[in-house]
């Protein structure tokens, strides 16, 4: 039994819930939600956000274009994904609802603001009839249907303030509403407002009224069943952010600068859904981080590869497209083996594709993508957060092994965000990035004379006696010069990829999710962490066996996946694309030949889907 | 300003050998890149720079083999792209003098869009274009600097393109300095070779070239004794733009037209007060375009020397000036508290 | 001419609803967009041109989207990049008409390239370029017409980059028509468009197009009641450059500096005779460059209009007289007869 | 025994024979080894020939940079590579030695011009002594050392030309020098001299005079052993050419063209070693094609797709580098399922490489090389006269199926060359393309409303009523009007992967050279056919169960293909790559797992070494 609050219904525990908000791009719905979202934080619960905007270009009030939306999912357990389907829907006009409503759970709470009904608005949205009056919806849903329109006005009567800034406080109304739903202290938000909106007061004092007229008709209203609270999770102690992928890459960006000492040259030009990257680097010139927007990608990859050749940290960030464009570059920094990253978020492809939505379809271009012998490492990253840290790998391998890397990230993590423990002072490690300052042979400055691990020196303009010329041409593989010997190309050729292949003593062994062996595993690779790792759990909690093993690392492959792979009865791999894991692996370990779940329709694989082709499976 | 640690040093007392890789050139017996590469040998010992601050980029192009031959430091990168790889150097660690080099095919074919890139953001490149109007190195394609008409390998019945007059196009993309010279006169070479190191920001560099073996006789027109005096007009800074047999022939603009002409020094009247004075400093970009374009019109001659040399912040001065303004600002912060700068909570 | 088998069509009396597709533009509300493609579908019933034979061909950006709502042929391909295909359709089949829609990120950063290709050619494409100074799709990125120091998503502390004068570059680059216009100005354009259509060779059209999204008022200073009349100067050819109150400010040509003034009629002794009379025609592209760079220039008006009109033979008709002359010249030749045109032996 | 021909010496009939003629560039050594190419072929042999310019830019005269060459090889049986090792040397100066001695067959005949080793071409040639005076050369090799400089003096005695144009004519020495070797009938020779030179009589009489005193020498001089013949080689009856693998790539443009009735559009870039495809059909206008140098490689593949948007076959020829850059452009094509063919001639890379050696090493690039999801059909030719066929196949498959192509060729091929039979009046059979010309829907025209095959319909401006948008964002899978839904997205992908598989029809099942199963089949593709070919039939001849399959079909792969692959006990996969092909059969047949033979060195494979390594494993 719940601590009785004084009020009337009774307070539900839930493990945890998946609320999405949608509107017009003008209701304010993103706000809404990330307040909603810190509010969850606060109070400890893990969660896990995914932004739903339309495409591109504003499109009319009220149409089904201009629907925008954004899906919290939160609770006193791992969360590892946004959610399926969300348990709760607060849709603040008819587009809203019919762009969405498919998507809530049978049985699941509608909430929404019975004002925005109109005539004109139920045509935009291309309804005959009243949704709200139909007798299906309400058996299949619990329907709230609020006239916040009315009651937000009832609100500020007599605030004086114009009826366009009365109707930009609604989605207060209705963030005051989900605060008394999910038991949430008040308090924090009335602060919060008062911040936000510092110097406009009047506006303050409306968004407070408001929220406190949503969170009163919370409580007052016969709408509701129930309360709910949510737990606080077990999170590791620490002092927490949200962050998106997209911003995590821009802040491992920065905190390289800093822990290397080395400026990080972000040459860049923008793409969706990469372009957060780059706009948010663009504001840590403070940090050591030098941008640069370029007139094409080429020329993005291009200055990175310069600045490298300078003593810098080049980074180039990009999308599908830019990636294509990038190949030739790419192949340059093979060759020259100077240090660069790329990190390319993925999107639908091919060609111009889906923009907006996500997709893993970049693992072929990014292992095979180039002319020639090209190889290089690829790092995937798995979660908003953990862009962090695969974007501070990348750079620790490429100056490290003097080799371009390609980091992988996709839409789907680039713009949704999850919580980031902020390491502690002293928990990242400054490293060293060592520049040749002394003649290396006899003969004079080999910029290609390798040691042990065959990587070669890198010496930087600016220091006397080590000048040299490099190029994409074939180069003498001591003294970098130019060569058409067909011996040493063949050497230069297999060196390089040794060189790669070495990279191997930097890349951890994986480990299985659940037990060692088993009937199934399931093998992903990049944004679909979240939802495998899900899926493994709910599959064990149902009795399976299975077990979970995510690649960070897809070049070099991990020393142990072979022989994981094998500890299993059956190998699935589920991905955002038709198949490039898949027959990587086959080609990677021959005589496997795994099982494959693909969707391609621009969004993660869901849990519930994932985990009924498992069953599917086992039988 | 010294990026990555590294300090400037002293620069010594250099003569032409200290620039020299000691790399035999690998151009054809006869072709005008040895003359160009031999006046950069011999300019660079004044530019003030220590031979270890100096960066040549290159592109793809026999032209493009440049950088071996010089005892700098060098990348010999992709065909038409070397601007960029520049751009990022010079931006990263604006103390270093970089070099572009590169032909008409690698700089206005497919490298067009870097081209006019560069001089847009007028960084602070020396960008010597080897300009022998054919692609050399892919032994003798038509190239955006090709006569209409032209006949090569790839438009046997005629080139039905017509070409770029290349300080043209750079003073419309916004060229801080542009200038004109010819492999044949090394003299005037060095002069606007030195005069583009010690210009701020981009210089563009147009250098006609021969090339004996695919092109022969490309600027005969030019620099045969026979019409030289006739065909070259060679622009100085302050002084009336004359050339001909005694200086006899000048530049005369007519305002009524608006329009450049030729006059003939006493004839109808005409004295050196007519002629047009040479201002490469003018702020307008007008009149240098003008001379650009003379090259491309019946009855007048082709100028060399400087077309334009203007002072203007460049992209790399305007670059560190927001860095080290947003430093000032922000103070050297821990990485905790930068990674902290944002909506936290706790978590016990 | 005809390709490809297609036969030429009479050209029918259209009214603007035969070029509007019935797709919904997906622009935002206020947006300049919706005056361009107006006046575009109003225009084209008196181009003289089937509406099957007319294509759009567009790159990536808000501007781009706009053959979807063409009821034509169309293309909307990669950004950048619209001039490749346009010209590769052009110089196949000559007989269609051809437009290139683009925008200032489209068609002069990442299109760059293609674009002063484009103008040098003069293939007889038409490219219409939306100048929203700021990159409308990815939502607010700095783009080559951004002002200098313009804060924008990817410049927070101002771009280092100066912009490109677009009707510059493109004379640079050897356009034969050149002109601008705004989206307010919707009989304006509506003049210009047709221009460029009747235009044969490369016509360059650049229209100022407030974004009220991403950069709101990028325009005002022109187009602001209070000060459009002395900020804009309307070019009509045949007549002198006037503007302002009444007509009573001009254009005069400094005859001694070489350079052009602002005047006030019946200031000075100042009359219209004074003033220069603008002439798009004139072969020598100078004075179109110098109206072209007023714009960029303190106390000088921003000149809309035609800056440059002149008739050279195309590069699809240069290539296509070439193709006529082989042609005659060679007869139809068998398949084998053709194959058998080298040294050959027989084995028996 | 042979006839008598009444000179002292025996004559030798051999089967086969391989000549590399080397000199410096200006020595005229292409025009001596086509001349006397041409002679073999109209002689009857079978032939194959490939020549060995120096990379780029002409390097000054008797340097080592500036050694020019050219092999044949011809044979009265089928010649598949120009030879793996020269019989016979013929080195006009030191350089040409020094370059080319090491490959000489142990015991074969040297022939060197003597007047060329001055000390300034010693020097030149790095040889501090003449190598002519070293013992251990007549050890190894037949030496025959003429002073041709003094004998072309001798034979222009009085003729009134200046030095340098007697020392042009040096050239025509060798050349008698061979004719009488190998027992060819001079005139029509003469006959060639006179007509080449027509304009200019004196020379032609001055080189008629050279080469009749070069065949003289030979007849007369002591230091040939014996004299050769080669006898025909049973070669299909008609009419022939030689035609390198770039020129047969021009011609299969213009046939195209020409069996279509269509315009053929080529746009592109030059690029080494691609550049003589777009050279050699700028001449063919009058056949229907127009060539168009576009400003980078981009613009060509765009102009070209333009040009397929407009109705005619679109066509792009690059190299490596240039392939790169048209990754993004390649994803259009895909989605905007156009024709359009892609000619891409390998050379060595990563990056700028080798630009004028071959290699294999665009495999990856062709079948992976672009962002998200674009299968596309993927072809090889397997010689120089097979690059025409292969052209041809690329453009009927990209027409039928509406569809970007990729043809791959190499430099090895490009520049090499062989006999090519002149198809008979009627051999190649036009074939239609087809243009859609009416409304296919009650809803209007729908340009991705497929057939049966899941080809869309072609409707090209200048129809009327046929108006239609494409592009390269995700569409409808009927109106091809922008789709952002994600299951049609899902629907689109798969729909364009299954009509690249549905391609299968027209992909022949390989065929087995040799018997059908056996120890060990070599699988290889492209231009190492000669090689493999050439290997397996020497294998076989010393008893060896060694089968040989040569891939045309890249992708899709030959239905039969995995079980002629199972027929055998191992497969071997000889490539000049790190292993592209091979990687890709393990992918593409999990459990396959071939054994691979690599050169990554700039050179078509050697037979001798591949037949040594097949020994090795076989033991
Ligand atoms: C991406 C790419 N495309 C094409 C080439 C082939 N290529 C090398 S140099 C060159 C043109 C050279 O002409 P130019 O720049 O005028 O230099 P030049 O040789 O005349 O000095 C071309 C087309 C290449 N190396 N890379
Ligand atoms: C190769 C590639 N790079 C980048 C992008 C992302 N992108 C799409 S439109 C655009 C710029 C749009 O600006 P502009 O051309 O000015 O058009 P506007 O939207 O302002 O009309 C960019 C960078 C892309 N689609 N493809
Ligand atoms: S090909 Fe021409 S440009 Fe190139 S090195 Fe030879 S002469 Fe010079
Ligand atoms: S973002 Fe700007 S340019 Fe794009 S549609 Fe909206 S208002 Fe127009
Ligand atoms: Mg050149
Ligand atoms: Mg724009």
């Known amino acids: ?171 207060y109304f209705a963030l005051g509403m989900m605060y008394w739903l999910y038991s949430r202290p008040p308090e924090p938000q009335l602060e919060n407002i008062r911040a936000k909106f510092k110097k406009k007061p009047e506006i303050a004092e409306a968004n407070v009224k408001v929220f406190q007229a949503g969170h009163a008709f919370g409580e007052t209203t016969e709408l509701f069943v129930s309360q709910y609270t949510v737990p606080a999770a077990k999170l590791a102690p620490g002092t927490y952010r949200n962050v998106t992928g997209n911003g995590a890459a821009a802040l491992a960006i920065a905190a390289t600068a800093k822990l290397t000492g080395r400026q990080v040259f972000l040459g860049s030009y923008p793409i969706t859904p990469a372009t957060e990257i780059l706009q948010d680097s663009s504001y840590f010139k403070d940090m050591g981080v030098v941008t640069y927007q370029a007139e094409d990608e080429i020329a ?256 070099p492959l991990p020393k142990n996946l072979g022989a994981v792979l094998k500890s299993f009865k059956k190998v699935l791999v589920p991905e955002v694309n038709d198949g490039q894991l898949a027959n990587y692996l086959r080609m990677s370990f021959p005589g496997l030949d795994p099982m494959q779940f693909n969707r391609i329709n621009g969004k993660a694989i869901k849990i519930s889907e994932l985990t009924a082709k498992v069953n599917e499976i086992l039988g | 300003m010294s990026q990555n640690g590294q300090t400037q040093n002293p620069v010594p007392t250099y003569t032409k050998k200290d620039f020299e890789s000691g790399v035999d050139p690998r151009w054809c017996p006869g072709c005008g890149d040895f003359s160009i590469i031999n006046q950069v040998q011999k300019a660079m010992p004044n530019v003030g720079v220590a031979r270890e601050n100096i960066v040549f980029i290159s592109g793809i192009g026999c032209s493009s083999r440049f950088p071996y031959y010089m005892n700098n430091y060098g990348m010999h990168t992709l065909h038409g792209r070397a601007p960029s790889f520049a751009s990022g150097l010079k931006v990263s660690r604006p103390e270093l003098m970089v070099w572009v080099i590169t032909g008409d095919g690698d700089a206005l074919a497919i490298g ?125 800074a302050g002084k009336p733009l004359l050339f001909g047999k005694d200086n006899k022939k000048g530049i005369r603009f007519d305002g009524q037209k608006a329009e450049l002409e030729v006059v003939t020094l006493g004839e109808n009247g005409v004295t050196e007060k007519d002629i047009l004075i040479h201002d490469p400093t003018r702020s307008d970009p007008t009149i240098a375009f003008m001379m650009a374009n003379l090259s491309d019109r019946a009855g007048f001659p082709t100028p060399i020397g400087i077309f334009r040399s203007v002072r203007k912040p460049t992209a790399d001065e305007n670059t560190w000036e927001m860095i080290k303004a947003a430093k000032a600002k922000k103070g050297d912060s821990s990485l905790r508290k930068f990674l902290a700068d944002a909506d936290t909570w706790e978590v016990k």
């Open chain 2, 112 to 236: 067009g869009n870097h081209f006019i890139h560069t001089m847009r953001r007028n960084l602070d490149l020396k960008v010597l274009m080897f300009n022998n109007r054919i692609y050399g190195l892919t032994k003798g394609q038509v190239s955006p600097t090709s006569e209409l008409g032209k006949k090569t390998k790839t438009t046997p019945h005629g080139s039905p393109d017509y070409p770029f007059n290349a300080p043209a196009l750079a003073l419309g993309s916004g060229a801080t300095f542009v200038a004109r010279s010819i492999d044949i006169e090394g003299a005037h070479m060095g002069g606007v070779i030195a005069a583009a190191a010690a210009h701020k920001g981009s210089a563009f560099i147009e250098v006609f070239q021969n090339c004996p073996v695919f092109n022969d006789g490309a600027y005969t027109f030019l620099t045969d004794k026979a019409v030289k005096t006739d065909a070259i007009l060679r622009m100085e």
């Open chain 1, 300 to 555: 993005g990859i291009g200055s990175a590869i310069g600045a490298s050749f300078g003593g810098s940290l080049g980074v180039t960030t990009t999308s599908g497209p830019g990636l294509a464009l990038k190949s030739e570059m790419l192949g340059l920094a093979v060759i020259a083996e100077l240090p660069l990253v790329v990190i390319n978020v993925q999107r639908g492809g091919p060609s111009t594709g889906m923009p907006t939505k996500t997709e893993q379809s970049d693992l072929y271009i990014a292992l095979f993508g180039r002319h020639g012998e090209a190889p290089l490492p690829v790092i995937a990253a798995r979660s908003p957060a953990d862009c962090f840290y695969a974007v501070m790998e990348g750079f620790k391998i490429a100056t490290k092994w003097m080799t371009p890397v390609i980091v992988l990230t996709d839409g789907y993590l680039g713009f949704g965000s999850e919580p980031f423990r902020i390491p502690e002072e002293g928990e990242l490690k400054p490293y060293l990035v060592k520049y040749q300052t002394t003649v290396n042979d006899p003969a004079g400055y080999m910029p290609y004379k390798r040691d042990d691990k065959l990587i070669r020196p890198w010496a930087i303009p600016g220091t006397p006696g080590l000048e040299h010329r490099i190029g994409g041409l074939e180069k003498d593989s001591m003294s970098g010069m130019v060569s058409y010997d067909g011996m040493n190309h063949e050497k230069m050729v297999k060196t390089r990829a040794q060189k790669i292949r070495n990279v191997i003593e930097d890349v951890p062994d994986v480990e299985v999710d659940g037990e060692p062996t088993g009937d199934l595993l399931l093998l992903s690779w990049g944004g679909t962490y979240g939802s495998v790792r899900g899926a493994a759990a709910r599959l064990r909690a149902q009795g399976k066996k299975v077990g979970h093993v995510h690649l960070r690392w897809l070049n």
């Open chain 1, 1 to 171: 039994m719940q601590p009785n609050t004084g009020k009337t219904r009774p307070v539900e525990k839930v493990e945890g819930v998946t609320i999405r908000f949608v509107g017009d791009s003008g209701d304010g719905m993103q706000l809404v939600g990330s307040e909603f979202t810190k509010a969850s934080a606060i109070a400890g619960n893990d969660l896990a956000t995914f932004p739903d905007f339309p495409a591109e270009i504003r499109a009319p009030t009220g149409s089904l274009a201009g629907v925008s939306g954004y899906q919290v999912n939160f609770g006193s357990r791992d969360i590892f994904t946004p959610g399926d389907q969300p348990d709760v829907l607060v849709a603040m006009n008819p587009a809203a609802l019919k762009t969405n409503l498919q998507d809530l759970r049978p049985g699941g709470i509608l909430i929404t603001n019975s004002g925005a009904y109109t005539e004109g608005n139920l045509e935009k949205a291309g309804y005959k009839s009243n949704p709200l009056d139909d007798d299906a919806l309400k058996k299949n849903y619990k329907v709230v249907s609020v006239d916040m329109d009315k009651l937000t006005q009832a609100a500020l009567a007599g605030s004086g303030l114009s009826n366009k800034d009365v109707a930009r406080c609604r989605n």
